[in-house]
C-alpha cells in the first residue's frame, strides 16, 4: 500500500534551516508528481510547495517563496523540502502528498490535486 514517511522536522532558531524528507513506497513514485502542505496548530492546512512529475515545473506559496526549495531523488524513492531562513510563522506539522493521477502536471492555477499523505513531522521555529 501507499506509504509517505516524513523526517527532518525539529527544533530550529528563527534563521535557521531545516531539510525535511518524505520516503515513499507502494506506489511507482517517480511517476506522480508530489507536494507539501503544512498546518500550524489551531489552523487549517495550507499548501507549500509542488513538484510536476513531467515537465519538472517547481511551485511555491508566496509565504516561502525564495527560502524554500523542493526536489526529488527517484532513485532514492525521496521527496525532500529544504527550508532556508525560517521564521516563526512557519512553525507546524509539515506532511508529504502524493499526486492524485500519475504523469500529471498541475499548471500554478487552482489547487493541485492529492491523494494519499504522511503522518506529518513537526517543525518548530522558536529562540
Known amino acids: 500500500q501507499v506509504q509517505l514517511v516524513e523526517s527532518g522536522g525539529g527544533l530550529v532558531q528563527p534563521g535557521g534551516s531545516l531539510r525535511l524528507s518524505c520516503a515513499a513506497s507502494?506506489?511507482?513514485?517517480?511517476?506522480?508528481?508530489m507536494g507539501w502542505v503544512r498546518q500550524a496548530h489551531g489552523k487549517g492546512l495550507e499548501w507549500v510547495s509542488h513538484?510536476?512529475?513531467?515537465?519538472?515545473?517547481?511551485y511555491y506559496a508566496k509565504s516561502v517563496k525564495g527560502r524554500f526549495t523542493i526536489y526529488r531523488d527517484n532513485a532514492k524513492n525521496t521527496l525532500y523540502l529544504q527550508m532556508n531562513s525560517l521564521k516563526p510563522e512557519d512553525t507546524a506539522v509539515y506532511y508529504c502528498?502524493?499526486?492524485?493521477?500519475?504523469?500529471?502536471?498541475?499548471?500554478?492555477?487552482?489547487?493541485?490535486?492529492?491523494?494519499?499523505w504522511g503522518q506529518g513531522t513537526q517543525v518548530t521555529v522558536s529562540s
Open positions: 502528498k502524493k499526486g492524485r493521477f500519475a504523469y500529471s502536471d498541475w499548471g500554478g492555477h487552482g489547487a493541485p490535486e492529492y491523494d494519499y
Open positions: 507502494g506506489f511507482p513514485f517517480s511517476s506522480y508528481s
Open positions: 513538484f510536476n512529475v513531467g515537465n519538472g515545473n517547481t
